[in-house]
């Protein structure tokens, strides 16, 4: 299970502090350390550990936490708000275009789950919001993409546009937003190119087809499972084509959890959805606040 290691550890350093009736300035310090070294082994960020273990000390210290009646819980209210701050703070939901369609472009490296997260998306706008979705096969250089698409569509049957792999992503980005408002869609979904690494053409070719579709969201989706690398992707997505969002999947993996607690703070961009699994159904609205409670048990 997901941040299996880093709960346990965070349950346990609390479970100290919760039965005390006093707590002074040095069990503080002393959890805080054990806090550190539990979110520096679950791969977050360390620059991000180290302002988050600063903030909390400060407000646990500080104010008038200690002198509580109840001060272990209390302390450990500070950390849960600081973790649920960390991943946002609220939740983050999708844009909606004031006239319809919303174009929503889905980028990310080849293997994290674009694809599918695109025909999960379709079917969660269908499904929970009664929006009506097109799904669009942008991805010309892979074959087996256009037809994973296809394939997802029709399993879903959620309508997809594709024009094969001689026209441009661009062109076929234009004709699919034309099409979209022909036939009131509500949602155009871009399955765009993914590589295996961030290089220069991929990031030109998604440029240009932010230019012309003009995108109300451009949603990356990263493996939670590569951790550090996947907030480092973020990074370099973000500083090319600033992302309005990020999906996290295969958070239903043993991931350590680091990822889902540096992306935002690391690139400003919040996670919108999380993956759960491989089935359609299996993506959920991300929330900071259940997250946090999730880890601190
Ligand atoms: P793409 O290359 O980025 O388009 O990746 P795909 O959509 O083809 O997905 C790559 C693999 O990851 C597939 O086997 C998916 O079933 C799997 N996958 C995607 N999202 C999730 C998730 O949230 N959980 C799990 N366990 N597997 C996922």
Redesign the pocket.
């Known amino acids: 299970m997901a941040f299996e290691s880093l709960a346990s550890r965070l349950q346990s350093t609390f479970d100290k502090l919760r039965g005390k009736g006093k707590v002074t300035e040095e069990d503080v310090t002393k959890a805080m350390r054990e806090v550190r070294l539990a979110l520096l082994e679950a791969d977050v960020n360390f620059k991000v550990v180290k302002e988050f273990v600063n903030r909390v000390k400060e407000r646990a210290i500080g104010q008038d936490v200690l002198k509580s009646l109840t001060p272990g819980q209390q302390v450990i209210k500070v950390v849960n708000d600081e973790l649920t701050e960390l991943m946002g703070g609220g939740q983050s939901k999708l844009a909606a275009a004031t006239r319809p369609p919303t174009i929503v472009m889905m980028v990310?490296?080849?293997?994290?789950?674009?694809?599918?997260?695109t025909g999960k998306l379709a079917n969660y706008l269908r499904g929970k919001q009664n929006r009506k979705p097109l799904l669009v096969a942008c991805d010309i250089y892979r074959p087996a993409?256009i037809k994973?698409l296809e394939v997802v569509g029709k399993q879903l049957n959620i309508p997809v546009f594709s024009m094969g792999d001689k026209v441009s992503p661009v062109e076929i980005a234009k004709a699919a937003i034309a099409h979209a408002k022909e036939e009131h869609l509500d949602y155009v979904l871009l399955d765009t190119a993914?590589r295996l690494h961030i290089d220069e053409t991929l990031m030109g070719e998604l440029q240009e087809i932010k230019e012309i579709a003009k995108p109300n969201e451009i949603l990356l989706?990263v493996d939670a499972m590569t951790g550090q690398d996947a907030v480092n992707v973020a990074e370099s997505f973000n500083n090319q084509l600033e992302l309005t969002g990020v999906v996290l999947?295969?958070?239903?993996?043993d991931t350590k959890g680091g990822a889902a607690l540096s992306v935002k703070s690391v690139t400003g961009t919040p996670i919108k959805f999380v993956?759960?699994?491989?089935k359609m159904d299996?993506l959920e609205p991300f929330h900071p606040d259940r997250m946090a409670s999730r880890i601190l048990g």
């Open positions: 990310g490296l080849q293997g994290a789950g674009k694809t599918t997260t993409a994973q993914g989706v999947t295969k958070l239903d993996g993956g759960m699994g491989e299996a």
